[in-house]
Structure formats: structure tokens, C-alpha cells
């Protein structure tokens, strides 16, 4: 990492560092995180940061890294003491996804800390006392109100790790904060839900022929999954309005054909025109989630691969980098290693004191040469040493044939099926695949090579008509105009996870964006995160990690003219 250098007057005895954090056209990035002189802080509303360094910290010039959220974690700037600065960050790639001068807002919803604020006694699916609160946050949804300056949220709640209910909030425009409202707005006690009201997403549906208004939907559940509408377009904050669809509100859906039956969420999508499904024009579909989809399992090797050292001392590993961090010391480099469900390996070098974790994707150099690309300094004993966690795969040499990859194996939530009807609540019957199942990438779910534990996500549509994919996981894939066949953009995915100890350390999920009030304006994406640890004491591990907040970026989209 490129460091910031603070420059004070060697008469002084301290002094205060400071500037602004900018993307390369000025925008100014809040909430990005600058470290100097053993202090960390955060950059306001206007991107400005100010530490105070003293001679403490050793003489001048001082080394301070800068990270923010959607940006690569580099800057270089020289900074006399009394700041005026300006460090410029550059947005990491997101080769052919059309979004641009992303800023990332800060967290709508947040029990990283304790409950959600505001959050009040209720009763949980099970209908029994639940006096803590929410300390669980998942499925993100958001809707604006025809009128106004508000935004109406929803997400999966609950006082335990785990489904619970669908909770509401609002949010004004110009803030992040948003404010829970009392008690639950969708919860096995409205007579259309027929099971746990988690996983809810709100669905407005384009005013088209033959429904001019737009209608507000809320698809709700999992194994029995059921449609509620609200008509009160200005507030649907009232759980009493949120009634069946139609009819009972059962959705049916017909597996007849489809690859599998065994499935998790379902997400539905209403289109101004309709798409092809088995020779029919459909605009209603659900994009299903299934479970136990993919090839044969892989047979084992005729003779087991030897388990890798955990510890390989003069060594160096290269490629499959996620991150670089500035550690004190080997331990410190596995401990970081060992709380990120990403990483796989580790190199820690004593030059710089830096931490290189990896993924997957990491190599073995010969045994000829184990310290290649960490050269000594002075020819002296290697300064690297590595580490591979237990289970990780056996390394390929980086300058050999690769080691077959083995068979595709069935795994959970790969890929996504399409089902299609001429009606709201069904029967939706099954039209194909919407998102391959492969790759299978097994051995990192949810990573970029993998299409399996693949979450909830959404959709958007660009100028050219093409429509965008974003899964759980933040895989990117893009259709052609007119179809719903999605192929990956490469490995690329819409975020990625912030350093250790952040809200959102180990992934953003389960994404949904919102359009802007008017033309032109910058659109909004809501996401779940995990995280590796809480000062939530009422927090509990769900799957990965800690579900305890939702944030929020704004961007620039390339949305068709209307």
C-alpha cells in the first residue's frame, strides 16, 4: 500500500496532519478510513480527515494508508503539517457493469453495537417474548413513495441469528439514518402468510397496460411463499394494509421440468415487456434458488494428495492476493488469515511487516527456489514466511502444469432458475436457466469464480436495454436486450469485503437498488453484511458470520431515457 506522508517542522513537537479524500472527478468520499501516528479515523461528510502526530511516533515524514469502501486502498500524497491535501483514491474495476462514482453513504440500519435503535418488544415466528430488539438484519428492501422526501426499508428481522419477521423503517432523502417503525410490519399473524415472513422483498410493478398504476407488492417466505399488496402507495408502514395480492395470496409454483425441486429464496420480478418462455411472451417471473444442482460428484484421486505444511518457514506463496494489511508480526499475519472465511493462505514478510492473504488461486514456487519473487535483502535468509489453512487446497506449482481440476460436485444455491406466468400468484411453471450453475467453485462459495451460495440479489436495466444481474454474493452477470440469458462479467463483483473488524469484513449480500426520485440522479444500493466479530452482545453467528447492518452506496447508472 502506498502511504500518505505527513510532513512536520522539526521544531514541533506536534502537529496535525490533514486533507480531503477524493475520487479522481472531486467527488468527495465519506466515511473512508485514514491511519497515522497509531490513530485511525474516519473522513466527514466532505471527505476531510484531520490526526494529530507527535514526535512520539518517530521523526518525520509519517506513513498514514487510506482505504474506502468501492476503491482501490492506495494513495500517495505528501502533507505538511496543518493538512489542505488532497488524496485522490482510484475505483476498483468493475470491467463492463455501466456504474460509476460510487460513495458509500453509511449504514441505514445498524445493531453492530446493541439493538437496533427504536427497535421494540414483539413476537418473534414462534409468537413467543422477544424483549431485546432486532439484532439480526438480512434481505434488504427499499421503495419510494410517490410524494415526498422519504424512502420506505424493509429487512428480515429478528432478536436471534435467523428468520424471524419483516421488519419496516424509514429513511429521509439526504440522510443514511433510518428509523425503525414500531412494532412488525409482516409476521406469521397476517392471515396471508402461511410461514416464517422472512426473505420479503417489495415489488413495484410498471404502470403498463392493462394496470396503468403501478401496484406495491411484498413477496414474502420460503417453502410457502405468499404475495401481499399494500394500496396505500404513500405509506405502507402500516402492517394491518398489507394484505393478499389476490385471492389468498398462495403463490403456486409448478417444478415440472425444472432441474431440481429442492430450492431456497425466490425473488420476483415484474417487466414492462414480457420475455420468452417456451415459445410465450411472459412478463411475471421468479427467479428460484435451488439447492442440489450441479454435475456428478468428483471421484477421488487414485492416491490422496499429502495434507500441505500449516507452516512453511523462508517461504513465499504467489498470486491469489485478496488484500494487504500492515501487521506486527507472523502470528498477527495467521490470525488475520484465520478470521476471514475468504482467505486460504498467508505470506508475512519481516522487510515491511506486511500481511498477504490469499485466496484459491494461490501457487507454490519450486522447491529449488521456495522464496522466489521475496527477495532477501543483502542475500541474506529469506524474509518470508507462509502459511496454508487446514483443508485449503494443495497448491499448484506457479511454473508448472496445472493440477486437474476435479469434477463438478452438487452444491447449495448454484446458479438460478426461471419460472414465468401470465398471472401475479401463478401457476408459474418453469422456463430454464436464468444463471448457470457453473461454475461450482465449491471450494470458495460465494467467491468470484463461483456461481453456488448464491443469495438473493436484483436487477437493473441499462441504456442499451441490456439487463444486469447482481446475486447474493455480488457476482456480476449481463443480458443481452430482449433476453434473460445472464453470463458472468468475468470474476468481477459488486463489492468486496472492508478490512478486518469492519461492519461488513467478511461480505456484503443480498443487494437491491433503488432508482432516483428524478432523472439523472444517483441510484442507491441497499446490502446485508457479514462480519467477523460484534460488540453486540445480544448478536449471534448466522452461517458466516454476524448479520448486524445494512449500508448504503449511491452511484452514477447508466439507465435507459424514459
Known sequence: MRAIVCLLPAFARCATCGGTVRAPSGMALPLANVSACGTSVLTDGGGA?????????????????????????????????????????QPRPMPGFPATEWRFEGWA???????????VP????????????????AHPSAYRPPAGDRVFLTSTANSDAGPGWTQGYW?????????????????????????????????LTPPTAPAPV????????????????????????RPEEWVAAEGDGALTVDFAGAPTAKHEDYRLHVFAAGFDCNGTSLRNWLFVIPDALGGAPASP?????????????????RSGNLRRESVPSQAACAAACDGDSACRAWVFTTVHNECFLKNGGFCANNASDPCGGCAPSGGGACPCSAGIKPGAPAPQQCFGPPTPAPAPKPGRACGRMGFASASLTGPYR?????????????????????????????????????????????????????????????????????????????????????????????????????????????????????????????????????
Open 49 to 89: 480527515f484531520s490526526i494529530e502526530c507527535d514526535q512520539s511516533h518517530g521523526a518525520p515524514p509519517w506513513d498514514a494508508a487510506v482505504w474506502a469502501r468501492q476503491y482501490e486502498p492506495r494513495a500517495s500524497a505528501s502533507v505538511a503539517a496543518g493538512g489542505g491535501a488532497v488524496v485522490t483514491l
Open 109 to 119: 440500519v445498524d445493531a453492530s453495537r446493541g439493538a437496533v435503535p427504536g427497535s
Open 122 to 137: 414483539g413476537s418473534n415466528s414462534s409468537n413467543s417474548s422477544n424483549p431485546r430488539g432486532i439484532n439480526f438484519l
Open 171 to 203: 429513511q429521509t432523502d439526504g440522510e443514511v439514518a433510518a428509523r425503525c417503525v414500531a412494532g412488525q410490519l409482516v409476521n406469521i399473524s397476517n392471515p396471508a402468510v402461511r410461514s416464517t415472513a422472512f426473505t420479503g422483498r417489495m415489488v
Open 214 to 237: 403501478p401496484r406495491l407488492l411484498l413477496l414474502v417466505g420460503m417453502d410457502t411463499v405468499s404475495l401481499l399488496e399494500n394500496k396505500n402507495l404513500q405509506d405502507p408502514s
Open 301 to 317: 484421486p487414485a492416491s490422496p494428495a499429502p495434507a500441505p505444511p500449516v507452516l512453511m518457514n523462508h517461504t513465499n506463496l
Open 430 to 562: 418453469y422456463c430454464g436457466l436464468v444463471e448457470m450453475p457453473d461454475p461450482q467453485g465449491l471450494d470458495d462459495p460465494g467467491g468470484p469464480a463461483s456461481n453456488c451460495d448464491s443469495w438473493p440479489g436484483d436487477l437493473l436495466q441499462a441504456g442499451d436495454g441490456s439487463l444486469y444481474f447482481v446475486n447474493g454474493w455480488g457476482n456480476l452477470y449481463k443480458a443481452p436486450p430482449g433476453t434473460l440469458r445472464f453470463a458472468r462479467l468475468g470474476n468481477a463483483t459488486i463489492a468486496r469485503p472492508a478490512p478486518s473488524g469492519s461492519r461488513d469484513d467478511l461480505h456484503q449480500i443480498e443487494f437491491t437498488f433503488l432508482p432516483p426520485r428524478e432523472a439523472g440522479g444517483r441510484w442507491l444500493l441497499y446490502h446485508a453484511s457479514y462480519a467477523s466479530t460484534t460488540a453486540n452482545a445480544g448478536s449471534k453467528k448466522a452461517d458466516y458470520g454476524y448479520k448486524q447492518a445494512i449500508g448504503m452506496y449511491s452511484f452514477v447508472w447508466d439507465a435507459p431515457s424514459s
